[in-house]
């Protein structure tokens, strides 16, 4: 059972509560990624368990700030939480405006260019790595992308 939150309502206890549990299970996960990463004898087996490992454990670290935002917005003591509320985003003006959208364009760019990188790797798909780690980057300039969408829609549109 995870901790009581003073204060919380039944939706942010058992919110909470959900998220804690799940922080122990991914804790876990993460050392026996970590285990196999250093555990493979080939090279490329404990390079792509690393990949994974480095997502796994940004994920944990993301839940562990979820888990600690929800505990903070419940007890209502005014503490700054990890993962911030959007109430002050709109103060970020036009200038933030602009910088977003020229970081969409960026990143669009970006992913033609990985795109046609990767048409070029073809050749070598079946022999190295290398066709996806490109996809990969693909997968995060898109992450990329709806960030700065999420951000620019904030923008356009501030909580009042």
Same mark, same amino acid.
């Given at each position: 059972m995870a901790e009581r939150i003073a204060g919380a309502s039944v939706w942010e206890q058992e919110l909470y509560d959900y998220v804690a549990s799940h922080i122990g299970q991914e804790q876990a996960i993460v050392e026996e990624y970590r285990a196999l990463a250093e555990s493979g004898s080939s090279v490329a087996f404990r390079y792509l368990a690393g990949l994974i490992?480095?997502?796994?454990?940004?994920?944990?670290?993301?839940?562990?700030? *979820? &888990?600690?935002?929800? /505990?903070?917005?419940?007890?209502? $003591?005014?503490? #700054?939480?990890?993962?911030?509320?959007?109430? +002050?985003?709109?103060?970020e003006g036009e200038q933030a405006l602009a910088l977003t959208e020229r970081f969409v364009q960026i990143e669009r760019d970006d992913l033609e260019y990985l795109q046609r *990188? &990767?048409?070029?790797? /073809?050749?070598?798909?079946?022999? $190295?790595?290398? #066709?996806?780690?490109?996809?990969?980057?693909? +997968?995060?300039?898109?992450?990329?992308?709806?960030?700065?969408?999420?951000?620019e829609e904030r923008l356009r549109n501030p909580i009042r």
């Amino acid at each position: 059972m995870a901790e009581r939150i003073a204060g919380a309502s039944v939706w942010e206890q058992e919110l909470y509560d959900y998220v804690a549990s799940h922080i122990g299970q991914e804790q876990a996960i993460v050392e026996e990624y970590r285990a196999l990463a250093e555990s493979g004898s080939s090279v490329a087996f404990r390079y792509l368990a690393g990949l994974i490992l480095d997502d796994e454990v940004r994920h944990h670290r993301l839940m562990r700030d *979820l &888990a600690e935002s929800i /505990k903070a917005s419940a007890e209502l $003591t005014g503490a #700054s939480e990890p993962i911030p509320d959007l109430r +002050d985003i709109g103060s970020e003006g036009e200038q933030a405006l602009a910088l977003t959208e020229r970081f969409v364009q960026i990143e669009r760019d970006d992913l033609e260019y990985l795109q046609r *990188l &990767a048409k070029t790797l /073809k050749p070598v798909r079946d022999t $190295t790595l290398w #066709s996806l780690v490109v996809e990969l980057m693909e +997968d995060d300039t898109r992450k990329h992308i709806r960030i700065l969408r999420f951000i620019e829609e904030r923008l356009r549109n501030p909580i009042r």
